[in-house]
């Protein structure tokens, strides 16, 4: 294999194996309670962290290698498995240091797609690194980009590649976990930016309102209202087909309602929250359900994040509550709060950021949902 340089992979370079299905061997030598948050679901676990920083050898001996399968190390910063690639060189074994780590794996990405009745083409790009989900869906050679996550190249070259024209950017509200590629997108390719009706922003946009329609190609696209994760949240109907869903349901929970809230407001949240997921559930049992985000790492397996409202509904007990039991189980099993979340609000609020900045900003499991 010849990657740019000789001791280290770029997450390109591994996402690029990992997506041809190329044979490769990624072993992760972080402590056991960082993989537990978060890993590449490819990668084997190997628990030598604590041996390697004492500067023990032959800690590798018991695993199987395969002749001319490269091996990738793995940590948190790329500097321990900088260590472990030493010694597994010295053992003949050709190795590599992923650069970066997992704080730089945030970037990585993988694709899935599928096509509706109407001829719509339903393209989900998720950040496996990271476990949000955005989406170009395009109908007649025009797309419409919905809570762009990733540098703005990645969706001007996939839309470049098919063709596609962006015609319009959607976010499908102010993102607590990720800074927003939208303005920036909107402005790269002349696509009109559309967002959420608020006050939050301090740049322009032009307003999405509750049932309001956007066509794109032959197919349209109706914004519904959802509060409750935010109070701006919305749900994006694709030709009676696919829900959108953002922040507002998952296909294992809904959406928690308590960031930047007291525990009165978070109880509101949670309140219009349930009113906006039956709102949902009024619509057809066939309705395809794509989220925004995932709690867990995704394989490179080209299958859709994503699932039927009826069998989303038979498997999340939330969404057979009452709305006392809903509001009390939602506000009892909320999880651990984000890091950076509100720095991450702040920047989106601006619009603006540095990509290198946002690397370590952006690390970390995603808990978004509430199960």
């Not at 537990?36 to 084997?44: A, F, L, V, Y």
């Not at 709102?279 to 925004?292: C, E, F, N, R, V």
């Not at 999880?335 to 609020?349: A, C, F, G, Q």
Request: hydrophobic letters at 35%; charged letters at 25%; one cysteine or more.
């Amino acid at each position: 294999m010849k990657f740019k340089s000789k001791n280290t992979i770029t997450v390109q370079e591994l996402r690029t194996l990992l997506e041809s299905k190329s044979p490769v061997k990624i072993l992760d030598v972080r402590p056991e309670e960082e993989r537990s948050e978060w890993k590449i679901i490819e990668s084997t676990f190997v628990n030598v962290y604590e041996a390697l920083k004492k500067g023990k050898r032959e800690l590798f001996k018991n695993i199987e290698f395969s002749e001319n399968v490269p091996v990738v190390t793995l940590c948190s910063a790329g500097k321990t498995s900088m260590i472990a690639m030493e010694q597994l060189r010295e053992e003949g074994i050709e190795a590599y240091s992923l650069e970066g780590g997992m704080q730089a794996w945030t970037t990585a990405y993988n694709m899935a797609q599928t096509t509706d009745k109407e001829g719509t083409t339903i393209l989900q790009i998720r950040r496996t690194g990271k476990g949000c989900l955005s989406y170009i869906v395009e109908n007649n050679g025009e797309a419409i980009v919905i809570d762009p996550s990733l540098s703005i190249d990645v969706y001007q070259s996939i839309a470049d590649k098919k063709k596609w024209k962006i015609k319009y950017v959607l976010d499908t509200h102010i993102h607590a976990d990720h800074f927003s590629r939208a303005m920036e997108l909107s402005v790269k390719t002349k696509a009109k930016l559309l967002l959420p009706e608020q006050k939050l922003v301090k740049y322009t946009y032009n307003a999405i309102t509750d049932g309001m329609v956007v066509n794109f190609g032959k197919a349209a696209l109706k914004a519904i209202h959802c509060p409750g994760h935010t109070q701006e949240s919305f749900c994006y109907l694709i030709g009676n087909e696919s829900l959108l869903t953002g922040d507002t349901l998952f296909t294992k929970g809904v959406g928690r309602p308590d960031l930047k809230a007291s525990k009165e407001k978070a109880k509101i949240k949670a309140s219009l929250l349930f009113e906006s997921i039956q709102k949902i559930l009024q619509l057809s049992a066939d309705t395809m359900i794509y989220p925004g985000h995932v709690s867990e790492p995704i394989a490179f397996d080209e299958v859709l994040i994503g699932d039927t409202l009826k069998n989303i509904k038979e498997s999340v007990d939330l969404l057979n509550y009452s709305k006392e039991g809903f509001i009390t189980s939602l506000l009892r099993n909320i999880p651990e709060t984000p890091p950076n979340y509100e720095s991450i609000v702040e920047l989106n609020k601006e619009g603006r950021a540095k990509e290198d900045e946002l690397i370590e900003l952006e690390a970390g499991a995603n808990r978004c949902a509430v199960s």
